[in-house]
């Protein structure tokens, strides 16, 4: 990296940590020099560059002002994106499709994008960078400004590379991620329960493949709901592993019970969960709970049994993880901030509701 395009970066960076706005003055390039370390020369270069591309201009006895903070090149920043599967592995297609578009906002945007593949695969710990082919030497080497993840990273790697102002965003299903664009699965299992109810739903079941220590939000705010409706029962069934492994292990769970005990409703997060589970169903038992899963409207499936869809705009998902991403490139200090988006219910679904079984619905969520 030239030391022009780092003073570039860096000056974009020092307007938007002093809140500078259209109007504003810089500081003397003198003071300038002394606070970012640069040369005269690469400080002049780079501010011929903020001049040409409309963040700053130069006027007679006054100085250089400020006129769009948000113009900035961002073709002078190079972003890693860490895809979440191994080099043997097929990636489902909803990862495949979130990438996708991950990729495609930040080239519109205008910034260059490298992706890195994990090279290994420990799902019951966080990522770290030297899972990653290449990406700690990338970064030692100046070669990458930010990362976007689709998967939780090590505390200590993430605070590593926040101090050196390299931004880390998510755009995942990792409920606690500190930054970026995550799946509301809290949202989805409180709505799911109320519609599931609604539907005459008595005895639910999440299934989930909880491979994260603890209880997940997932299942306390569906847990949460559930409980204000009396005569409801709520259990959680653990799939053990996700995708299609995971279904037929929670089928198999499920088939083992009386009849008369199973569950009458099922919350699904992981569709290739419901899959695998609706698959065994379909074709060992006339057991057919009504299913309410996280679909993806970009990367469908056909199911063997009836589902509701909870459809996830992934398009949101990704536009949301990029924008805050770029403000957190031209503003590194900037607080973390998460938006979570919903799967909502499909139109379709939603024109088949049924009227609620009883009154006690309107007290299951505020």
Not at 133 to 159: F, H, Q, S
Not at 298 to 320: G, N, Q, R, V
Request: charged fraction near 25%; glycine fraction near 8%; include cysteine.
């Amino acid at each position: 990296m030239t030391r022009e395009k780092a003073a570039y970066k860096r000056l974009i960076q020092e307007i938007h940590r002093c809140g500078l706005r259209s109007g504003d003055k810089l500081p003397p390039q003198q003071e300038l020099r002394s606070q970012l370390g640069f040369s005269n020369s690469s400080l002049s270069r780079a501010m011929s560059r903020l001049v040409a591309d409309g963040i700053v201009a130069r006027k007679s006895r006054v100085g250089t002002i400020v006129v769009d903070p948000a113009a900035g090149d961002l073709s002078a920043w190079t972003v890693g994106l860490l895809l979440n599967w191994e080099l043997t592995f097929l990636p489902s297609p909803f990862h495949t499709q979130l990438t996708f578009l991950l990729q495609q906002r930040l080239a519109v945007a205008g910034c260059h994008c490298r992706a890195y593949v994990r090279v290994h695969n420990e799902l019951h710990k966080p990522n770290r960078l030297h899972d990653y082919l290449n990406l700690a030497e990338d970064i030692e080497g100046g070669l990458v400004d930010g990362l976007i993840m689709l998967g939780p990273l090590n505390g200590a790697d993430e605070r590593a590379l926040l101090e050196r102002t390299i931004p880390v965003c998510y755009s995942t299903s990792w409920q606690t991620a500190p930054r970026g664009s995550v799946i509301d699965e809290g949202g989805f299992g409180r709505e799911a329960v109320q519609e599931l109810h609604r539907r005459g739903g008595k005895r639910l079941a999440i299934v989930t493949a909880d491979y994260r220590q603890g209880r997940t939000q997932f299942q306390d705010s569906a847990q949460a709901v559930a409980s204000t409706i009396p005569g409801t029962r709520f259990e959680q069934i653990d799939a053990g592993v996700c995708g299609l492994e995971g279904g037929r292990n929670a089928a198999g769970i499920l088939l083992g019970c009386p009849p008369h005990e199973r569950p009458d409703s099922l919350i699904i997060s992981d569709d290739h969960i419901a899959l695998g589970l609706a698959q065994v169903l379909r074709l060992e038992s006339d057991y057919a709970p009504t299913m309410a899963v996280v679909t993806h409207s970009s990367a469908p499936l056909a199911f063997a049994l009836p589902i509701l869809h909870y459809e996830l705009d992934d398009a949101k998902l990704a536009d949301s993880a990029v924008r805050i991403f770029i403000d957190r490139l031209r503003y590194p200090e900037l607080p973390d901030h998460v938006e979570r988006i919903v799967p909502r219910l499909s139109e379709q679904d939603a024109a088949h509701m049924v009227p609620a079984v009883d009154e006690e619905l309107s007290v299951a969520l505020v």
